[in-house]
């Protein structure tokens, strides 16, 4: 074996030379991992004894891509490009060994190689979109050479990550291994290629696929068109499928052009620097300063749910997908037996998307059970996580209950959206067990999961729970007690804004478009509609005093009852309404205000700026452990476009002294809710970004 670097190694087997990369964690391709590959293929090309060639990884993975964190400093070492150039001119047959998953960069490699062979658990994708680019070294121009324009779409704009079998189906893998025994198929492989005398393909020069799909604009009209509302905003996307365009209408050559330039506009551009960034906040988030990488962790065999509700019943889905038993109580037969009914046919549904198997449907359903007695169920429970009404006398009793019920060890966990949880603790006897796990609706599908340390949860406990956070497939942020944690805090401060300017001209659907065009999903006033009007309202205190009593007298509740600030048309379509706006001037005008046009811009800034400075306020607090955890939780919790980072990324594209400027020019006007958070006043004082908080 020859050490080519201190990553790669050369071994000759018999006739055929085995190019191994280990560069942990995913073997990204670093440049000492091109420079590796670089020698590496010139030695194997230039070894007598040589007449075959495998490239294969140790680890966890085959490569994985680019390395990310080399992005935007100054390229070292071998371009990606000449290792790919070496490979691709090889007078011997190079075979690429994919395990684990061959993603971006990592496939742009092996589609280089004249053969790919892989193991079944193996994952093959392109999904640099996820970054706000595309891939840069050859892949839009051989992967739809490979796969054909429509699948070559599909796979770049999702990102995907497609299993061995699909890809063999597809002719991206020519073969699958036995699961553990990659190393020895592909030098088989090797050897069987030689021996036939089997051509060398080159995926370039293989215009098949492309040319079957010229002179078919509808692919790419409709495909776009089919996937207009998905990419609303983002730039990648459209970019990937001009390039995939390219491949169909281009000669290989011309269409790399194409991609290189829109390669290079993507990534000098600001969505694809809030994607990446957005990429290592997730990850950073789930590293807690502090606690020991070797603290002991509680292992959860079995979870109890308290509340066959909405929220309850996704809790407990989390749990059943990752194949953990999960008993649910509720007070009564009735409401436990319509949860448990809501939760098979949330997965009839998925089943029905073929999301999952009939079988799965029932091994998921199967693991999770009812039960009316905590006394009976919560005995052996590892952890039990309480999603009842949010009032805190009800959370109390329950968890004075738990502490005399639950094993010593137990985890005692409640979803309350921002109720003091030192408080709920207070009642337990093991403070150092209570955490907050807020789970956001619907609990399923909703990526984040708030986890709340309280004055006395310890380590062990909050380590814990980041661990199951990630087996359960959620995004975990920890942050501190404080009334709406660090989410829904600083959604309060965005919808005070939001009312205040109802009050001073700005009408609901002004508000509502300017924040959907800057990249949410739906507006303040559209999200209050969808939820209901009515969450927390009630008939008999009802007095007339504000525009949601107004309107909920009115019967006008939401799209629920087809209108509440708008009008909803049978198909639940929005259109402003006449009866809101009468609602809303009747009230300026009691008010005594004088109505104003306000610009989108103001709209803008009254709405995102005090998000920004009560992010600050809470990273003042020590409520949040870094700015790029606040982004995280707005990004994976209110749909904040990841392709502007989330309001602390975004305030340091605006500017830390723009914010500051605009929140003394607005407290000037309109009223100390715009005081500056000191750190505001701080950072840009000491002339700092809000990203290095
Ligand atoms: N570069 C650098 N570091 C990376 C990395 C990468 N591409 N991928 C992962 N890491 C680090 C990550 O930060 C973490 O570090 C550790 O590896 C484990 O990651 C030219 C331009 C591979 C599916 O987009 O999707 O190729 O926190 O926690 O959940 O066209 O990582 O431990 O210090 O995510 O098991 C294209 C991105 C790049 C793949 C593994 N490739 N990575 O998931 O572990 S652009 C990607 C992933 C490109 C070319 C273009 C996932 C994973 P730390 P992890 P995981």
């Not at 890809?167 to 020895?184: H, S």
């Not at 005090?610 to 939780?633: H, Q, T, W, Y």
Request: proline content about 5%.
């Amino acid at each position: 074996m020859t050490a080519i670097n201190s990553v790669t190694d050369l071994t000759i087997e018999g006739d055929v030379a085995v190019i191994t990369l280990n560069s942990p964690p995913v073997n990204a391709l670093s440049a000492n991992v091109r420079e590796g590959l670089f020698e590496g293929f010139k030695a194997a090309i230039a070894e007598p004894a040589a007449k075959a060639i495998v490239l294969i990884c140790e680890g966890r993975t085959f490569i994985a891509g680019a390395d990310i964190t080399e992005f935007g400093g100054a390229s070292k070492g071998p371009g990606l490009n000449e290792v790919q150039d070496m490979m691709e001119g090889s007078p011997k047959p190079v075979v690429a060994a994919i395990h684990g998953t061959a993603l971006g960069g990592g496939l742009e490699v092996a589609l280089c190689a004249h053969y790919r062979v892989a193991v079944p658990s193996a994952k093959c994708g392109l999904p640099e979109v996820n970054l706000g680019l595309l891939p840069g070294a050859g892949g839009t121009q051989r992967l739809p050479r490979i796969v054909g324009a429509q699948r070559a779409m599909e796979m770049m704009t999702s990102g995907q990550h497609v299993p061995a079998k699909e890809c063999l189906a597809m002719g991206l893998v020519d073969e699958l291994a036995e699961e553990g025994k990659l190393r020895d198929a592909a030098i088989a492989y090797a050897r069987k290629l030689v021996a036939e005398n089997k051509p060398l393909v080159k995926v370039r020069d293989n215009d098949t696929k492309v040319a079957a799909d010229r002179g078919k604009p509808e692919i790419f009209a409709d495909f776009r068109k089919a996937n207009a509302r998905k990419f609303r905003g983002f730039l990648a996307p459209e970019y990937n499928i001009r390039c995939i365009e390219a491949a169909v209408n281009l000669p290989f050559d011309e269409g790399m052009a194409v991609e290189r330039k829109l390669f290079m506009e993507l990534m000098t551009g600001s969505q694809s620097a809030a994607q990446r960034y957005s990429f290592f906040a997730e990850r950073t988030a789930a590293k807690i300063p502090g606690i020991a990488d070797d603290v002991p962790l509680i292992p959860v065999k079995k979870v109890g749910v308290i509340g066959a509700g909405t929220m309850g019943g996704g809790i407990a889905m989390n749990f059943a997908n990752a194949g953990i038993p999960v008993v649910i109580v509720e007070q009564k037969q009735e409401p436990l037996d319509r949860g448990l009914a809501t939760i098979r046919k949330n997965y009839e549904r998925t089943a029905s998307r073929g999301g999952l198997t009939a079988a799965q449907v029932e091994e998921r359903c199967a693991l999770i059970t009812g039960s009316l007695s905590m006394e009976d169920s919560f005995k052996d429970v590892d952890l039990v996580i309480e999603a009842v009404f949010e009032r805190m006398d009800i959370k109390k009793d329950i968890f004075a209950k738990l502490d005399a019920i639950c094993k010593p060890g137990a985890i005692l966990a409640t979803n309350t959206s921002g109720l003091n949880i030192d408080e709920i603790a207070s009642v337990t006897k093991r403070p150092e067990a209570v955490i907050g796990l807020h789970f956001f609706s619907p609990a399923n599908v909703m990526k984040l999961l708030e986890i709340v340390r309280a004055d006395h949860t310890s380590d062990s406990v909050i380590a814990t729970s980041m661990k199951l956070a990630k087996q359960i497939g959620k995004i975990a942020v920890l942050v501190g007690v404080c009334p709406g944690f660090v989410g829904n805090r600083i959604l309060g401060a965005r919808q005070r804004e939001a009312q205040k300017l109802v009050m001073e001209g700005a009408m609901p659907w002004d508000i509502d478009r300017v924040l959907y065009d800057f990249g949410f999903p739906m507006g303040p006033f559209a999200m209050s509609d969808l939820a209901g009007l009515d969450i927390g309202w009630v008939k008999e205190k009802s007095n007339g005093e504000s525009i949601r009593d107004v309107l909920c007298e009115a019967d006008r509740r939401g799209q629920k009852t087809g209108a509440g600030y708008y009008d909803y048309d049978e198909n639940r379509n929005a259109k402003p309404s006449a009866f809101t706006e009468k609602v809303i001037n009747d009230f300026i005008v009691k008010s005594g205000a004088n109505p104003r046009k306000i610009s989108d811009e103001e709209i803008l800034e009254r709405c995102i700026f005090p998000m920004i400075n009560e992010g600050l306020k809470i990273l003042e607090e020590g409520k949040a452990i870094r700015a790029s955890d606040i982004d995280v939780v707005w990004q994976n919790g209110y749909g904040w476009p990841v392709y502007r980072g989330g309001p602390m990324f975004y305030g340091d594209l605006v500017g830390p002294e723009k914010v500051l400027a605009k929140m003394k020019e607005f407290q000037a006007t309109m009223g100390d809710q715009f005081k500056p958070a000191a750190l505001l006043e701080k950072v840009v004082a000491e002339g700092k970004k809000f990203g290095q908080l």
